[in-house]
């Protein structure tokens, strides 16, 4: 991606290399997290549908699902012994949906596990959905945590000719991120790096013992859908 005229040959090239890089490892976190997908609903759904939940609930673009999904079944391929499979064709555009889908259905997949009900029905579905989403949950945090990670990725690989703030600017600026997103990213890649350089906060609970956590536990088990 081409930076200003006024950007050096040298720091272009770099950025240049370092976005490479970043954008690899985006990549294989999102193959290990649609992977985990596909290996939860395997008794429930095909690759094509687990895809494109996944797709559509992280709403990625036609062509980060094509890189994904061929990226995805290249390791099935590899797991099971078996040739890298030929590349996808295109996938069509995706439908347009609302910027927060509410239905009877509930919370943000609604729309999508609407258009499953005649597969999946009753507690099977709620079952699903609920995995599903817990999926999903845990995806996105790790993708903000390989954002946090490529940041400094950057800030390292730039150290010469930007500050950090200004190193972990521009990697929010490349990866074109959305300006809440970019927020939470910023503060917490420059937090990292207060850990590693400041005195430690002090901590007045630590005296009277750990703060209480919840216990996820607690919340109740979360089955794997039933068989029918």
């Known amino acids: 991606m081409a930076l200003m005229k006024s950007t050096s040959r040298s720091l272009q090239r770099h950025v240049d290399l370092t976005t490479a890089v970043c954008q690899e490892r985006l990549l294989a976190t999102h193959v290990r997290h649609v992977l985990a997908l596909v290996d939860l609903v395997a008794d429930r759904l095909p690759f094509d549908d687990a895809l494109d939940i996944y797709v559509r609930i992280l709403r990625l673009s036609p062509e980060q699902a094509r890189n994904i999904g061929s990226r995805a079944l290249a390791e099935i391929g590899r797991r099971e012994g078996a040739p890298a499979p030929p590349e996808l064709p295109p996938l ?28 999946v029905r009753g507690r099977v579905q709620d079952e699903l ?77 630590a005296d009277r013992g750990a703060s209480p956590v919840v216990d996820a536990a607690s919340l109740g088990p979360v089955s794997p859908p039933a068989t029918s």
């Open 92 to 119: 069509p555009e995706p439908e347009p949906e609302p910027e927060e889908p509410r239905n009877e259905e509930g919370g943000r997949s609604g729309a999508i596990f609407a258009r499953l009900r005649r597969r």
């Open 129 to 205: 959905r609920e995995r599903v989403n817990l999926c999903a949950a845990r995806t996105e945090d790790a993708l903000l945590e390989t954002h946090v990670q490529n940041s400094l990725i950057f800030a390292r690989a730039l150290r010469e000719e930007l500050t950090t703030p200004e190193a972990i600017e521009m990697y929010l600026d490349v990866m074109m991120l959305p300006e809440g997103v970019a927020d939470v990213i910023y503060n917490r890649a420059l937090s990292i790096i207060a850990d590693q350089v400041l005195p430690p906060v002090p901590d007045p609970e």
